[in-house]
Nanobody, 121 residues
Framework: VQLVESGGGSVETGGSLRLACAAS????????MAWFRQGPGNEREGIAT??????LYADSVKGRFTVSQDTAKNTIDLQMDALTPEDSTWYFC?????????????????WGQGTQVTVSS
C-alpha cells in the first residue's frame, strides 16, 4: 500500500493550496481516508476524514478546508483556503479499512510520507 501526497508548497496568508493523495494497493472506496498534520515537536492533529459521502472536520479548519475523493482515480484531495501561518506544517494522507478511528486517534493503518505547507505572513 502506498499513499503519496503532493501539492504542498509556500503561499502567503490568505492564499490557497490544494493537496492531493494518490493511493495504490488499496481501493479508497473501502477505506476511511483522512488528512492529518504534524510539525516538529507538535502532536499529530487530525483535520479531516471522509468515508463515502460523509466528511468530518476539525474545528481548526472547518469552513476553510474541504476534503473530497475520486474513487475512479483512487485519489483524495484537500482544498485549503484562507491559509494562515498556523497552518504551516507537514500534511499526511491516512487510510483505515472500513471505519474511521476518529480525528483524535492515531491508530490509522496506513500513512503517507507527507507534504510540507508553508504559509508566510
Amino acid at each position: 500500500v502506498q499513499l503519496v501526497e503532493s501539492g504542498g508548497g509556500s503561499v502567503e496568508t490568505g492564499g490557497s493550496l490544494r493537496l492531493a493523495c494518490a493511493a495504490s494497493g488499496l481501493n479508497i472506496g473501502d477505506y476511511c481516508m483522512a488528512w492529518f498534520r504534524q510539525g516538529p515537536g507538535n502532536e499529530r492533529e487530525g483535520i479531516a476524514t471522509i468515508i463515502g459521502d460523509n466528511a468530518l472536520y476539525a474545528d481548526s479548519v472547518k469552513g476553510r478546508f474541504t476534503v473530497s475523493q475520486d474513487t475512479a482515480k483512487n485519489t483524495i484531495d484537500l482544498q485549503m483556503d484562507a491559509l494562515t501561518p498556523e497552518d504551516s506544517t507537514w500534511y499526511f494522507c491516512v487510510a483505515n479499512y472500513d471505519y474511521c478511528p476518529g480525528l483524535t486517534r492515531t491508530n490509522w493503518r496506513y500513512w503517507g510520507q507527507g507534504t510540507q505547507v508553508t504559509v508566510s505572513s
